[in-house]
């Protein structure tokens, strides 16, 4: 097992692999994305309470499970860049930050746009999204604590930190609806009950996060061997890709 994740933590094993890889995300990816944006507004009827205003929840729910999962992710990569010294590691902290914090931005705007017909109101600083703002703030300053730095091995490290500490507020995002009075409504999927949407609701909301996961994995290898080639720049096994090489 450890000579296999070493081995993936090479950075030429790494380019090769995951060029071969990215179509078996990307093109799943946009069929199920399809299959569930169809599903989710014409397939599903309307929410007996909110109508069609409903139907928003098929990008909102996804983009913020993804938000989450991304920013679990990049601490990961951060903190076995950190243990290990291993310079994948550290690119695939770095190439997930835009990403989770585009995942963030999407989930906060849908989010406002759902409240305020819903509510009356586009903003309450309520725990939940109180908290998936801070946690669009911790993406940021994920990125510009790694950019502060002109060495890039201590940018690399001063922000790894700041990615592992701030996993603290995944589970506060997680359970705010459950530890104060808020607008935000329970969870919709959880592991100990069942969910709050009849199945034919239900198929297209797991469908899109099942597309949007395959789509973080596609966009997740694109950047990160961005980020290998930037950072091995010079180095043989690059200089043996190019036609000339």
Request: glycine residues 8%; positive net charge; aromatic residues 14%.
């Amino acid at each position: 097992m450890w000579t296999w994740f070493h081995k993936l933590g090479s950075p030429p094993h790494f380019y090769r692999i995951s060029g071969r890889l990215m179509p078996w995300f990307a093109v799943p990816a946009l069929v199920l994305l399809a299959l569930g944006t169809v599903g989710g507004l014409w397939w599903s009827p309307p929410d007996y309470q909110q109508g069609d205003a409903f139907r928003i929840i098929y990008v909102h729910v996804p983009a913020a499970y993804m938000a989450m999962m991304v920013y679990v992710t990049m601490a990961v990569a951060a903190a076995i860049g950190i243990v290990w010294r291993m310079k994948l590691a550290f690119a695939s902290a770095a190439a997930c930050a835009p990403i989770g914090a585009a995942f963030t931005f999407l989930a906060l705007a849908t989010g406002s746009i759902w409240g305020r017909p819903m509510w009356g109101v586009w903003w309450d600083w309520d725990g939940r999204m109180t908290s998936v703002l801070v946690l669009f703030f911790l993406y940021l300053g994920f990125m510009a604590l790694r950019s502060a730095f002109e060495d890039p091995v201590k940018g690399d490290r001063a922000a790894a930190l700041l990615a592992i500490v701030g996993v603290v507020n995944i589970p506060i995002i997680k359970f705010s609806v459950d530890w104060w009075n808020t607008l935000h409504q329970p969870a919709t999927l959880s592991r100990l009950q069942a969910p709050a949407m009849t199945g034919d609701m239900l198929a297209p909301l797991l469908v899109m996060i099942v597309g949007y996961m395959l789509l973080f994995g596609a966009i997740l290898m694109v950047r990160v061997r961005g980020e290998v080639l930037l950072r091995e720049q010079g180095a043989r096994w690059i200089r043996e890709l190019s036609p000339g090489g």
